[in-house]
């Protein structure tokens, strides 16, 4: 026997659905002021800390074919 669905779920649903909305990005200038906000990007990359998050995990098996 199926049960009607609680005003719970009901709730729910429709909290789920409206955190699946996309949101857009702003536009980023990346040359302007003699392109400040690239360098600033790749001196983040190059730090250590910052490795995982940006790259990912490194898995111990993974082989990278030429």
Do not use: C, Q, Y
Not at 36 to 60: D, I, P, Q, T, Y
Request: glycine content about 2%; proline content about 3%.
């Amino acid at each position: 026997m199926l049960r009607p669905a609680s005003a719970n779920t009901m709730v729910n649903k429709s909290v789920a659905s409206k955190s699946h909305r996309k949101s857009t990005l702003p536009s980023i200038s990346w040359n302007a002021d003699d392109s400040a906000l690239l360098w600033k990007l790749l001196s983040e990359m190059e730090k250590r800390e910052n490795a995982k998050v940006l790259f990912g995990k490194k898995e111990k098996n993974r082989v990278i074919e030429k």
